[in-house]
Nanobody
Framework: QVQLVESGGGLVQAGGSLRLSCAASGRTFISYAMGWFRQAPGKEREFVAAISWSNGYTVYADSVKGRFIISRDTAKNSVDLQMNSLKPDDTAVYYC???????????????????WGQGTQVTVSS
C-alpha cells in the first residue's frame, strides 16, 4: 500500500518561501508520477505541479510557474515543492499525490492520482 506523508507547511509572510516535502513508501515508484495539489477554503482542489519519477520531467500550473519548483529524490523516495515569492492566494491545504501510470507524462487531473497524503496547511499573510 502506497503511503504519502507531507511535511513543511506553516505560516509565512507574502514574498517569503516554504519547502514542502512528501515522503513516499510502499512501492517502487519508477512508473509513477508524483504531484502536488492544493485546496483553499470554499474552492475546489487544483493542480500545482507534477514530476515524472523516472525521468524528472515536470509540469506546472500557470499560477505557480516561475515561483515553485518540484523535485524528487529517488534515493530518499521523497518529492519536494520549493515555493518562492509566496502570495496570499497561495494559502491552502497542500496535498501530495501519486499516479501509478503517469511516469511518461505527468498529468494535471486529480482523477489520475490514486494515492493521496493527508495534506499540510500553508498560510501566507499579507
Amino acid at each position: 500500500q502506497v503511503q504519502l506523508v507531507e511535511s513543511g507547511g506553516g505560516l509565512v509572510q507574502a514574498g517569503g518561501s516554504l519547502r514542502l516535502s512528501c515522503a513516499a513508501s510502499g512501492r517502487t515508484f519508477i512508473s509513477y508520477a508524483m504531484g502536488w495539489f492544493r485546496q483553499a477554503p470554499g474552492k475546489e482542489r487544483e493542480f500545482v505541479a507534477a514530476i515524472s519519477w523516472s525521468n524528472g520531467y515536470t509540469v506546472y500550473a500557470d499560477s505557480v510557474k516561475g515561483r515553485f519548483i518540484i523535485s524528487r529524490d529517488t534515493a530518499k523516495n521523497s518529492v519536494d515543492l520549493q515555493m518562492n515569492s509566496l502570495k496570499p492566494d497561495d494559502t491552502a491545504v497542500y496535498y501530495c499525490a501519486a499516479d501509478p501510470k503517469g511516469s511518461w507524462y505527468p498529468q494535471s487531473l486529480a482523477e489520475k492520482y490514486d494515492y493521496w497524503g493527508q495534506g499540510t496547511q500553508v498560510t501566507v499573510s499579507s
